[in-house]
């Protein structure tokens, strides 16, 4: 137990300091005790919405969170992630450990592709919202936006993870959001996409308390320490490092899947 809350502390400061869940780090870590893949996905959730929220409140007393920009991106991924989170209890185990390892690879190759900020048009077009939040303009477009936020939510609810490495290329590259502003809103959006998945494992199954609250609390502490570091940071240069310990965490589940 205690290595396995160690593992967790190194895992809720790395990643809230680029502003993604760590759903694809959590779930394996608690595969390894021993746990069936849906309560380790139901439980990973917990903890990264207590990370998340952590990492938020940090975030957002900085001006780092885009409110009004995640109140209109983030709902289709919170509705799909409780869809994901319910129908997860309906796939089989191997098909589940499937998905996330194909999940974790995509995840590394987004993360592989440089971001680089840029500003799109602010010309007034259906689906294309323009934005100015603490000195930036940035143009929203909502034509595919919202429709890949859908997609992410549903995975990620139904493989315990929050889409975060997904929404961060996705507002950089396709929004010109600038990084510090995708970070800080992507700790507000993981935060409810996780308490959406969440919520769809728990409608078929449950946690262990006595398990779950000593990670939680680290969770909480690591989350803190991540934002605040974040802030002093360049999360660019750690993104190579995150998206070669996810293409490793996916072969690793796929070795896995054939070696049981």
């Known amino acids: 137990m205690t290595t396995t809350i160690i593992i967790i502390f190194i895992i809720a400061i790395s990643m809230s300091m680029v502003g993604k869940g760590g759903g694809n780090f959590y779930v394996i870590a608690l595969v390894l005790t021993g746990i069936s893949m849906h309560d380790a996905a139901t439980t990973s959730q917990l903890i990264i919405l207590a990370t998340a ?17 995640a109140l209109i991106i983030d709902p289709p991924t919170d509705v799909m992630a409780f869809v994901g989170g319910y129908f997860a209890e309906f796939l089989q185990v191997t098909t589940l450990k499937l998905v996330f390892a194909i999940v974790l690879v995509i995840i590394s190759i987004v993360m592989f592709i440089p971001v680089k900020e840029k500003t799109i048009s602010p010309k007034a077009k259906v689906g294309y919202w323009h934005r100015y939040f603490n000195g930036y303009d940035y143009t929203v477009n909502l034509w595919l936006t919202l429709p890949i936020t859908a997609a992410v939510g549903f995975f990620a609810g139904a493989v315990g993870i929050s889409g975060g490495a997904f929404k961060i290329p996705l507002m950089v590259i396709l929004c010109g959001i600038p990084m510090e502003i995708a970070i800080g809103t992507s700790s507000a959006m993981v935060a409810v996409t996780a ?5 769809g494992h728990m409608v078929n199954g449950s946690i262990n308390p006595s398990f779950v609250l000593p990670l939680i609390v680290v969770a909480i502490v690591g989350g803190f320490i991540g934002s605040r570091f974040a802030l002093q940071s ?27």
């Open 195 to 199: 308490l959406m998945g969440f919520s």
């Open 53 to 69: 929220l952590t990492s938020m409140i940090v975030f957002n007393k900085h001006k780092k969170v885009d409110w009004k920009l």
């Open 234 to 260: 360049k999360p660019k240069y750690l993104k190579a490092i995150f998206a070669g310990t996810n293409m490793l965490a996916g072969l690793l589940m796929i070795a896995n899947i054939y070696m049981n």
